[in-house]
């Protein structure tokens, strides 16, 4: 719909280290609903593109817009709350908590260290904590510490805890790097339910997941956008295969 | 008070605080090169330097009493000396305690104050709790008096030299030879050095005995301008760590501008008032910039 | 087994067993510190467990910024000197009215101010004459100014090693300040010959006596406080953050709030410690402020387990009777175990006592071996005569 301000808007954004341009004048749009697959070449900027959107680090140049408001000068913490969920290419999980602590934690009240203090595990919370678990497949692991889980479990249990958050944008960098054939299979599936009534941008390199689960596949290339559109033709762009898929 | 007489003193207070920015410089870098390499905080750093002294007063001593025609010339001997003893028994500290501490920061803090208490009582049983000078030979003392109202020791321009000639070759070595270019490879990307055939356990060792080896020639330079005690180190630390981070630990030249602006600014400002409070006032004005920008004043990359 | 080892050990295993092993643990050194030290230690002695058990203040506000929340302060001296400059203040202003300093110069002002010719009460100390507003600062200042420090370096991201060498050189600072002004602070000595709280003479027996419950109580209840925060879900969120600070960011959580309040909260427990101390010892010097106390306190925490509140009391309680016997009989020998026991701590000891495994030593199976050694201690009746299978008899 033409003048509705898209869910997520990332306009002639870039950053350098040192000289170096890691994302460069780069410009896409996010629906609601919509999957969005991130590919390129490593060194591209995928990863750094999620960390200028999610304020981890700051660009020199350009905006990000999330449901209409700008979120480039954000701290961390603030573009979480306003609907920006984050997972991290290495599953980064509490280890020594249970799955249920785990998501427990990430439950997206009391925030304040005030409130914290006096927060308590209410029905509510218990009840959200089940249904999210059972959405990653980890309703029966619930009392199991998480350093005991298996590699592909940890990323679900990643992925409930940005769940339980009830986020607009969800940000997956690399969801399905260790996964068994099957694991990967369920977490397309994972995905796509999830996408209803959000928007999902993942970041991945298997290029079979990308095509099950994407709707628009955008290519990056040192930092620049390269190509974009579905997966089909984007595949097939000449500069794509010269640049990442061709042999 | 005139303006050559203001002039004097301000050149005069100048080298005062060039003497302390030598000791500091030399301790400052022996510790960053520690903590940049391996991530190590050594707080025995001081009693590095206290070696180093302790072997010039035992030169010192030795050759009063059993070497008189020494006594001109062992002061270069003791540098010598001093580097070798610091750095062996940094090698073996290394050794013993220091590779198992390896990025734990916070850790290696605790255990190697434990270890500046072990080593400040062996010198207390050793050498006595009172301090000792070594005999220094008689062409350090004196002064150089390049006008009537200007008096500069020499001791201070030869701990000064001294500190010139160690950091340049600190820095030779470490931009211009093959060992420099694995140690800086290792601190920048320690497993692809290791991929690459570089025996970091190796390098990591060998700068950590530099790094003491570096603080006891700094103490063989501070016999020139104090006495030595069992606590002469621990004077230092707390200075020297804070010209580390000032100056940003990654960066050597940083360290260089750090120490020389603590020195100096603690030098000028005992002009104007007690020691103490030169000191105090110096240290908040290092901790407030600190808080402001907390990479360091000299560092010069930085990213968000 | 017989019943009576059964009775003693069985006992002890099944209320073990009942109790959660944390309230079990407090309700222990609860009885020990209210019950059984009293009774069995000289007046003398009770007033230097006392002494100790101050110091198990800023040990605890260690475990709970340091074990639990990953932030090292080198510089809880500050907090706890804070604390007790502040108590001895109100009662050095108590104990100098001009009729007892008719001799000065200047009566009705302290001591000190009077042999460095100060000729009127500075101003900062103008309020410590009132009793409320000591109290007030006691619990308000040392968390006030760790507000503002954690303010100036949380929010800007400076944590870990150099927050921890900038904290000790707050600490370096602060010593050098107070005992370079001694005409306003006491100097190097430090304020002494306080004699009166509100009137009542702290110098006596019975007030030592009192004192200690009074120190005992506190600390039980800062025990208490700190272990409802720690379970709460802020605790938790410390120990997130200790171990993944970025995770706990990116969960929507303000990582710089979390560690404003350990930080805190560590220094305001501390700052009530150098408080008791004052009362407790009767002076307040420099000497607890610098950068030597402050690590004796992290080496008290760590001791007892840097993650075990009840472990700081028996740490501080360790540490320092240590010092104590040590200084006084070995003083060479002093600093080679104070060094063994920081590099024992960090490299083979990271839990301290409370991780040297009291579960192994309360757990049944070996309560029933200590029972069953016990009950072979016992002397036996005389052996029945040989069965007349010849049997030897067991």
Redesign the interface.
């Known amino acids: 719909m033409i003048g509705e301000p898209k869910l997520l808007a990332v306009e002639g954004l870039g950053v350098s280290f040192d000289g170096f341009k890691a994302v460069d004048d780069l410009t896409l749009y996010l629906d609601n609903g919509e999957i969005r697959a991130i590919i390129g070449p490593n060194g591209a900027g995928k990863t750094t593109l999620l960390d200028l959107i999610s304020g981890k680090t700051r660009s020199s140049e350009g905006r990000v817009l999330f449901k209409g408001e700008e979120i480039t000068a954000l701290k961390e913490h603030e573009i979480v709350q306003a609907g920006i969920g984050r997972k991290f290419q290495t599953p980064s999980v509490y280890e020594e908590l249970t799955v249920f602590e785990n998501l427990e934690m990430a439950f997206p009240s009391r925030r304040s260290w005030w409130g914290a203090l006096w927060s308590r595990r209410t029905k509510e919370v218990t009840e959200q904590v089940e249904q999210i678990a059972e959405l990653v497949y980890l309703r029966d692991r619930l009392n199991d510490r998480a350093e005991i889980l298996g590699h592909g479990q940890k990323q679900w249990l990643e992925i409930g805890m940005l769940l339980i958050q009830s986020p607009d944008l969800m940000m997956l960098d690399e969801p399905v790097a260790g996964m068994s054939v099957n694991e990967r299979q369920k977490t397309a599936e994972l995905l796509k339910q999830l996408a209803r009534g959000r928007a999902v941008l993942v970041v991945e390199h298997d290029m079979q997941f990308v095509e099950s689960i994407a709707d628009t596949v955008t290519v990056l290339h040192q930092g620049k956008l390269l190509a974009e559109g579905k997966m089909a033709n984007v595949k097939n762009d000449q500069k794509v295969i010269d640049v990442y898929l061709g042999h | 008070m005139s303006i050559t007489e203001l002039f004097s003193i301000a050149v005069m207070q100048g080298f005062n605080g060039l003497s302390t920015f030598s000791v500091l410089l030399l301790m400052a870098l022996g510790l960053a090169i520690i903590f940049g390499q391996m991530g190590v905080i050594n707080m025995a750093h001081g009693e590095f330097l206290t070696v180093g002294a302790y072997t010039t007063y035992v030169l010192s001593e030795v050759s009063q009493r059993w070497a008189p025609w020494l006594l001109s010339s062992y002061f270069l001997l003791s540098l010598v000396l001093s580097f070798a003893i610091a750095a062996g028994l940094g090698l073996l500290v290394e050794h013993l305690m220091i590779r198992h501490l390896y990025r734990r920061p916070l850790d290696s803090l605790l255990a190697t104050w434990g270890l500046s208490l072990i080593l400040q009582q062996v010198f207390r049983s050793t050498f006595g709790a009172r301090e000792v000078s070594a005999h220094l030979p008689d062409w350090v003392m004196g002064s150089l008096k390049p006008t009537e109202m200007i008096d500069i020791p020499i001791n201070g321009l030869v701990v000064m030299g001294l500190t010139l000639s160690l950091t340049s070759a600190v820095f030779l070595g470490l931009f211009r030879t093959r060992w420099g270019i694995r140690v800086r490879a290792t601190t920048q990307n320690r497993a692809m050095s290791g991929a690459a055939g570089i025996n970091t356990r190796r390098v990591d060792r060998l700068s950590f005995g530099l790094g003491c080896g570096l603080a006891g020639i700094a103490g063989a330079a501070f016999t020139t301008i104090g006495s030595t005690g069992p606590t002469s180190g621990s004077l230092y630390i707390v200075d020297t760590f804070l010209t580390v981070v000032f100056g940003g630990a990654e960066s050597l030249v940083g360290t260089i501008a750090s120490a020389f602006s603590i020195a100096q600014a603690q030098a000028t400002t005992e002009f104007f008032m007690t020691g103490s409070m030169a000191k105090v006032i110096t240290l908040m004005v290092v901790i407030l910039i600190l808080m402001a920008r907390p990479e360091g004043l000299f560092t010069l990359k930085m990213r968000r | 087994m017989t019943r009576a080892s059964k009775t003693i050990t069985g006992q002890l295993g099944a209320l073990r067993s009942k109790m959660p092993r944390e309230s079990w643990a407090f309700a222990l050194t609860a009885l020990l510190l209210l019950v059984v030290f009293p009774a069995t230690l000289s007046g003398f002695r009770l007033a230097m467990v006392a002494k100790y058990l101050t110091y198990a203040f800023p040990a605890m506000a260690l475990v709970v910024c340091w074990g639990k929340g990953g932030i090292?302060s080198?510089g809880q001296g500050v907090f706890f000197g804070l604390g007790g400059y502040c108590m001895a203040m109100f009662l050095k202003l108590e104990a100098s009215d001009p009729g007892s300093t008719s001799i000065q110069s200047t009566p009705g002002i302290p001591d000190f101010m009077d042999w460095n010719q100060l000729t009127e009460l500075p101003f900062f100390w103008v309020p410590f004459q009132s009793l409320w507003f000591s109290l007030l600062a006691v619990l308000v200042l040392p968390g006030l100014l760790a507000l503002g420090i954690g303010l100036?370096?949380f929010k800007?991201?400076?944590g870990?090693?150099?927050f921890?060498?900038?904290t000790?050189?707050?600490a370096?600072?602060l010593a050098?300040?107070i005992?370079?002004q001694q005409g306003y602070t006491g100097g190097v000595n430090g304020i002494t010959d306080l004699k009166t709280l509100a009137g009542w003479d702290i110098r006596s027996d019975s007030a030592k006596v009192a004192l200690y419950y009074v120190n005992v109580g506190l600390l039980l209840g800062v025990v208490l406080l700190s272990s409802w925060?720690l379970r709460?879900?802020?605790g938790?969120?410390l120990?997130?953050m200790r171990?993944?600070e970025?995770?706990v960011?990116?969960?929507?959580?303000?990582?710089a709030?979390?560690k404003i309040?350990a930080f805190v909260f560590a220094a305001t427990i501390s700052g009530i410690g150098g408080a008791m101390f004052t009362l407790v010892v009767g002076f307040m010097s420099p000497s607890f402020v610098g950068?030597v106390p402050s690590?004796e306190m992290?080496?008290a925490a760590?001791v007892g387990g840097r993650h075990s509140l009840l472990g700081a009391i028996y740490g501080s309680l360790l540490v320092n009777y240590g010092k104590t016997f040590f200084s006084e009989s070995f003083p060479?020998a002093w600093?080679?175990l104070?060094?063994?026991?920081?590099?024992l701590?960090?490299?083979a000891f990271?839990n301290g006592l409370a991780g040297l495994d009291l579960r192994r030593l309360l757990d049944s199976k070996r309560l029933a071996q200590l029972g069953a050694k016990l009950e072979a201690l016992r002397p036996k009746p005389a052996p029945t005569p040989a069965a007349p299978q010849g049997e030897v008899p067991r």
């Open positions: 090292l080198l100036a370096m800007r991201r400076v870990g090693v150099y921890a060498i900038i000790q050189a707050i370096s600072v050098i300040l005992i370079g925060v709460s879900k802020l938790r969120l120990v997130a171990e993944k970025e995770r960011r990116f969960t929507g959580y303000d990582v709030a979390l309040f950068i690590i992290v080496i760590a060479e600093l080679f104070l060094g063994g026991l920081f590099i701590v960090v490299m990271p």
